[in-house]
Each structure stands twice: as structure tokens, then as C-alpha cells.
């Protein structure tokens, strides 16, 4: 490793909030040299960043879960890095960490701003780098507890995921089926229903581009939707609301339709009928979940070793192609987990 | 009394379905000659119904909660009688009971008939015949399971009922003051505002012909909304979503402002505010909670005998004006919980 005042890091900075879909110009390049950690402090190398479509809402200036990502201010994203510095007891030069690492190179941490950057060691015994940011990182805790905790499922329900051969929605599926559920996805394109329902043991899907949602619904789900984890909101939020069974449980986790409007968010015009089901629906926020993570990542590491819940990823490498790989978690390019790879690990 | 054989009936029945807002031709006006009960039969003279939101979704034909009422059919309607002759051990001539009569001056029903219809005495300590239709009714049933079952009021808790002078709000609101939360309403006009706040003892009351819901929200609801009891929808429901507090309870009861729509329902814009807060929204539909109507009955008249629940009736009278008071309910002219008086007691 060469000294750490010889690195130089770069950065992709929020230079704009975005109008609609986030283009180049909405971002900045900046390179500066890479500092030493102060007392407490801990410097990461990035590996790996885990691009979501909960990205698009911090570019807004909005009142959201968490405060948008200032104009100027690096790009949040969660990662895995290796420490190459540390003034810190509970990291060690070479451990594999987690955490708000952002768009960069390198990241350096105070001391007090560990804790706010969730950064923490990762077991490569429990799973891989790209399983990390995956099944074991925020998309696979979202999918757990969205799933388990507000969704409630019972062996023999009927569960329906949108956006199913994404991060969370493979996930969710595999889990669903894994927990005694029938599971029916809705994914874009014939190779990905082809993978949820080859590879990952979905018991069908339903491929949106190619015709009717609520015909497909109607042919899977003969008995009603009793869990449906909506990650993508618009039209096919109101078609699944449409096939509600008795007392059934929606999961809003996303709206990945809705993010890149310019014009108001599509309200679900079919709401009444949770009414007429006596239905919920009901939204849900990861971080709420994080005192629990340790208890998820034992269960989901167990499947991955068992072979019952995969993991796909979708990798871009280098740093500089991050603003165009965002837009394809957007117009639905990606085809698994989507991953900006930053270095070897 | 009469020989039964002596008797008419007028009957409202409904002669085809409407578009929009009914009018007198949706209505067909009938008189039968009244048959006397066979084994197991009660005959009812019907003394006043309740006029419900609920019964213009029962004229379109849509699934639903229950089955529409079918062209030529006595229009359904839940109400007050008294029996008037019975050949059923349960049932004593001179007897009071509450049921779905019907819009009709007289409801006959066989013994197969009566568990459907829900006839079932009722007991002049508990309530007046205004108060059996209202706190004591349906109306008090639905304020009832809606506001503690699925709303999940805890004290101190900002509670926002929309249609709040109506049936259901004004035993939602005072029931919520009752249970130690702070209580708004929404309402259209002074005099609701005024007597929400005066009368009922609101903490306070939004205006919403007055100005905006949106503003009157903010300043009466500082800490954001906890539980909010929608019996309105459409633009207040996108309102009350944008003013919610983190686990918010939203409990959805109806949507008169879309009952008459003939373009679809709106949507709320705002639903992504139940992601953000963690909030939920869950249908309810009152005849779930049939087993538990003597508790809450019982709950309900203790408060209305020690003064701290009020029931306001809006009587209107004669059977031939039910087309026109039904209209009253959507224009918002309705003052308190609408009667339809066919019969005095």
C-alpha cells in the first residue's frame, strides 16, 4: 500500500437536485487528497457500492426518513470497504466493513461519525462481498422485516412482490417460500420471470411489459393476494388492490414507478378496497429494524449456505459509470441486485 | 291495530342504477298488501330507519362487503320497528327491534330471514330510538370497533375525524376524548365547527369549506397525526396524510366525497407519507364485530347516561321524502346522524 497522503480519492458529488430522472449534469466529479484518521478515526477503502432506488429520494429536498443529501455534498451510498487505517480499537487495518461509505474512493471517519455511518465489521463466513450488500446487506434486512414483521405471512398464503427479481424482491419471494407461502412475482421481461421463477422457485410471474397485470393476477392468484410487497407503486399497486383477499396485508417498501416524476405521485385509485377487505397497508423503514439485523443476517446466511435462498447481483465496475448505472435501476436494465464495484477487493 | 290483511305497504325500491349523485327516477314507489308471518315469522312496522353514506355504494353494482341491492328490489336499509305480530318465541307483539327493515313502511320476514336481517330486541334503558340508530346503531358500532380496534387510540394522542358532525365522527370524536387523546375535527361549515366544539367538546374543529385543510391541520395538530378516522377521502385524506406522525394509525371508514363520482376514485396522492412515517392505513367493515355489539352497546349507553357522549339526530320525516334525504347525506345538508322517520313510536 502506498502512503496514505500519495492517494488521491475521487468523489461524485450531488451538483443539482435532479428534474425527473437524475442526469450527468446533476453531478460533479471532485478528486482531493486522502487525509489521515484522526484520534478515533477510521479510513476505508471502497470496494463495492450497493446502488437502490432509495437513492433517487435523497437527491429531492424533501422531508423524507432520512435529510436529503446536500448540494455539493458526496452522494450517500451504503458499501463495503477494507480498513487501511485505523486509530480506532474496534477496527483493524484489513477488516471488511459496511457502512455509509458514499461515492468515493476512500472514506474517512471521525470517530463520532462512526456510529451515524452504521460502519461495522462483515464475516466473509456468512457470505460473500456481493451477498453482503445483498441478501445479508440493507436490501435483504429490508425484504426480512418488511416481509416477516409488517406483511405477517401464514404457510399457505398467497404473497405477491413486484419488482421481484430485484434486490429486495428476490428476497422477499425466496423468503415467502421458505416460510410455506405460494409466491407470484411481477418482473419486466421474460428472462426475469424465466430466473424468479427457474432459479430463484418463485410458483410464477407475471411479466408486466409483456401484457395484463391483472389478468396474470387473476390467472396466479385465484384465491386473492394475501401479502403484496409493493416496490413499484403506479398501476400495479391498483391492480394488486383490485385481487385483495380477506384481511390481506400490503407492504409499501418503494415506489420505484413514482421517483422520477415531475408531475404528483399516482395515489392507489383502488383504496377502497382495502375496505371492502378489510385490508392494510402500511409502510416500513429498514432503519427501524437495525437492533435486529444480527438475528436476520444468522437466518439469511443459513439459507445462502443451504442453498435455499439465492443471491443475484448485477455489477458495474468503476466509479465514474455510478450516474449511468443509477438510471438503469430506473428504466429496469439491471438484472439482479445492482452493484457499482469500485476496486478489487 | 288494523287486520293485518288491512294493511299496505309502501315501498322505495330501487328501479335502476344511478350515475352520479341518485335522483327520483333511480326510485320506483310500490304498495303491496301486507301478509301476515308464517311459522317462525315476525312482522315489523317500520317506526325510523337510518339513512347511511354506506347505502349509495349498495346501489352500484360492484363487488363489495355485500351484495348490491338487485333492480326492483326493496331498497336496503337499516332501522327500528316494532313487531306487530310473530310467530316466533323470540319475538313478542309490541317488542321494539332494530334490523334491516328496508325502506318500507312494513318488513315481513320468515324464520330463515330474521339472522340475516339482524333483527334483535332492543331495550328502551339503554337508549332512545334516536340514540338506538346512532351512539347505539350502526353508526355508534362503526365509531366504535374503528376508532379503539383498528385506530388504536393511546392517551394523549392527536385523533382527526373527518366527517366529524356526521353519525360515525361525532361518537368517534367524543369517544377519543373519552379515552384521554386530544380530538379534531373536520367539518363543512360553522354551525357543524361550532357544535363539534361546543356541543360535542372537540378540542378543536377544521372548517373545510371555509379555507385550508392543509394550514388548519398544521396549527391545530402541532406534533403531527396519530390516528385519523376517514369517512371522507379524496383532497382531506391526501390533507391528513401530509400531517401524519411517525406510526400513525389512518382507519378507513369510508370515502363520501367519491361515493358519487363517475370518474374513478381519486387516489391518494400522498399515500408514499405511510412509508415515510411508518404510518398505516386499514380498511374496516362494522358487521366484522357483530359478536362484540353488546359490549360496546353497553359501553356506549354508560355514556350517554353520565353526559359524556351526546347523540344528535337529524329527523327527517315520511317515507315518500327518502329519496331526497338520502341526497342530504352527500351534499353535506345533513346536521347529526340522518333518521328517515316512517312511523311515529
Redesign the interface.
Given at each position: 500500500m502506498p502512503a496514505i497522503t500519495a492517494l488521491t480519492n475521487q468523489q461524485i458529488r450531488l451538483a443539482r437536485r435532479p428534474n425527473g430522472m437524475p442526469v450527468r449534469d446533476d453531478w460533479s466529479f471532485t478528486t482531493e487528497e486522502v487525509g489521515e484518521p484522526g484520534p478515533g478515526g477510521v479510513l476505508v477503502k471502497t470496494l463495492s457500492l450497493s446502488l437502490d432506488p432509495a437513492m433517487r429520494g435523497w437527491m429531492n429536498d424533501a422531508?423524507?426518513?432520512i435529510p436529503p443529501v446536500g448540494i455539493g455534498e458526496v452522494m450517500r451510498a451504503g458499501g463495503i470497504g477494507r480498513v487501511i487505517a485505523s486509530s480506532n480499537a474496534s477496527f483493524a487495518e484489513g477488516d471488511l466493513v459496511t457502512g455509509a461509505l458514499g461515492v468515493q474512493q476512500y472514506a474517512l471517519f471521525a470517530e463520532d461519525q462512526l456510529r451515524k455511518a452504521g460502519l461495522a465489521k462483515i464475516d466473509l463466513r456468512l457470505g460473500t462481498i456481493g451477498q453482503w450488500l445483498n441478501a445479508l446487506g440493507m436490501p435483504g434486512m429490508t425484504a426480512y422485516f418488511g416481509l416477516l414483521d409488517v406483511g405477517q405471512p401464514r404457510p399457505g398464503d398467497t404473497v405477491v412482490v413486484s419488482g421481484a427479481a430485484g434486490a429486495v424482491g428476490q428476497t422477499v419471494g425466496q423468503l415467502a417460500r421458505i416460510k410455506g407461502c405460494r409466491v407470484v412475482g411481477i418482473a419486466g421481461g421474460r428472462a426475469k420471470c424465466d430466473f424468479v421463477v427457474n432459479t430463484l422457485g418463485f410458483d410464477g410471474c407475471i411479466d408486466y411489459k409483456a401484457g395484463n397485470v391483472k389478468a396474470g393476477l387473476k390467472e396466479h392468484c385465484p384465491k386473492g393476494v394475501d401479502v403484496y410487497f409493493d416496490n413499484v407503486?403506479g398501476d400495479i399497486l391498483?391492480d394488486v388492490l383490485a385481487r385483495l383477499g380477506r384481511g390481506a396485508r400490503i407492504v409499501?417498501?418503494?415506489?420505484i414507478s413514482?421517483y422520477n416524476n415531475t408531475t404528483?405521485?399516482?395515489?392507489?385509485?383502488?383504496?377502497?378496497?382495502?375496505?371492502?377487505?378489510?385490508?392494510?397497508?402500511?409502510?416500513?423503514?429498514v432503519f427501524?429494524y437495525a437492533d435486529r439485523y444480527p438475528q436476520a443476517i444468522a437466518e439469511l446466511s443459513g439459507y445462502l449456505k443451504d442453498g435455499r435462498l439465492k443471491s443475484r447481483e448485477d455489477v458495474v465496475e468503476g466509479i465514474a459509470n455510478f450516474p449511468d448505472a443509477l438510471v438503469k435501476l430506473f428504466t429496469g436494465e439491471n438484472f439482479g441486485k445492482l452493484v457499482l464495484q469500485v476496486a478489487q477487493a
Open positions: 422531508k423524507s426518513y407503486g391498483d409499501i417498501c418503494g415506489a413514482q404528483p405521485v399516482q395515489g392507489p385509485k383502488n383504496y377502497l378496497s382495502l375496505l371492502v377487505n378489510r385490508a392494510s397497508m402500511k409502510g416500513m423503514v427501524d
